[in-house]
């Protein structure tokens, strides 16, 4: 079976700051149409910082949709253009001050494929060396390092429910267990 759908009509129906959402109109698999409404996201990046002694270092902010503080990695969007390693090199500095000698791509994810195309790129960074954050002029955030087993563990009982943290812990942990088996 074809799974695929063509665009027959595109029409921008909000261009925001960050966010352009679109009503397309879309020829389906059986010969039908359809409305698909999504909102194009520039796409983004997203890290796993550890430091020699194993901690990971994540952020408390809050998030204005969930009207809540929410516990993540590190993150930010991209810019027109951006690669995406420049993207979280840039990110892992602004926001808790590091560089790191050691990188390592962990591939991307999809996080709502039901309305968004963005895709958030993950890292994982090591051998961190600190100096000073700097936030956008709009960012307010609490960094703060947690033993990364300890951040595993409220990854998988549900206490860290971010999308891009959870599936950024969990390729960081398998990425490591397959080093160690090599």
Do not use: C
Not at 4 to 27: C, W
Not at 49 to 76: H, S, W
Not at 161 to 181: G, I, V, Y
Request: cysteine-free; aromatic content about 10%; charged content about 30%.
């Amino acid at each position: 079976m074809e799974l695929n759908e063509t665009t027959l009509a595109s029409e921008l129906i909000f261009d925001g700051r960050l966010l352009k959402v679109y009503r397309d109109q879309v020829g389906l698999t059986d010969g039908g149409q359809s409305i698909r409404e999504f909102v194009h996201h520039p796409g983004g990046v997203a890290v796993v910082p550890l430091d020699r002694d194993g901690n990971v270092y994540l952020e408390r902010q809050f998030r204005y949709p969930y009207r809540k503080v929410v516990t993540e990695i590190p993150a930010g969007k991209l810019e027109p253009g951006e690669d995406p390693f420049d993207a979280i090199q840039r990110e892992l500095q602004e926001e808790i001050g590091a560089t790191a000698a050691r990188w390592d791509a962990l591939g991307y994810i999809m996080p709502s494929v039901g309305y968004t195309d963005e895709m958030l790129y993950l890292y994982l960074a090591r051998d961190l060396t600190f100096g000073r954050t700097h936030l956008d002029e709009d960012e307010f955030l609490e960094p703060f390092k947690l033993p990364f087993t300890q951040a595993l563990s409220q990854a998988a009982d549900g206490r860290i429910n971010d999308a891009k943290t959870l599936s950024a812990l969990f390729r960081a942990d398998q990425k490591m267990r397959e080093e160690r088996n090599e």
